[in-house]
Nanobody
Framework: QVHLVESGGGSVQAGGSLRLSCVASHTRYCMGWFRQAPGKEREGVASLGSDGNLNYADSVKGRFTISKDNAKNTLYLQMNSLKPEDTATYYC???????????????WGQGTQVTVSS
């Protein structure tokens, strides 16, 4: 079992920045960030493999950066140049047997809300 707790969400104006954090029991496995807006399916935002392999959704490339600090067991998502369409609940996830932007992760956090106003 891996416990994940997200934080750092909030309200920001378009063009602003936020940094999300996800404190985990450990960060040895592949980890990812996902988001879900009301009425929409959950979508993968970024993933970071245990080998350092990075994947980003096209919609956030060049604006979002995923990283982790293994000493702090924390995954981060730096979000810059935020747009109203980035408004969603953001979740972190991890799994020892899956990596990527699909929903195949076994362990999920409870989510943190990000609201971007125009």
């Amino acid at each position: 079992q891996v416990h994940l707790v997200e934080s750092g969400g909030g309200s920001v104006q378009a063009g602003g920045s936020l940094r999300l954090s996800c404190v985990a029991s450990h960060t040895r496995y592949c980890m990812g960030w996902f988001r879900q807006a009301p009425g929409k399916e959950r979508e993968g935002v970024a993933s970071l493999g245990s080998d350092g392999n990075l994947n980003y959704a096209d919609s956030v490339k060049g604006r979002f950066t995923i990283s982790k600090d293994n000493a702090k067991n924390t995954l981060y998502l730096q979000m810059n140049s935020l747009k109203p369409e980035d408004t969603a609940t953001y979740y972190c996830a991890t799994d020892w047997n899956y990596c990527g932007l699909g929903p195949g992760y076994r362990f999920w956090g409870q989510g943190t809300q990000v609201t971007v106003s125009s």
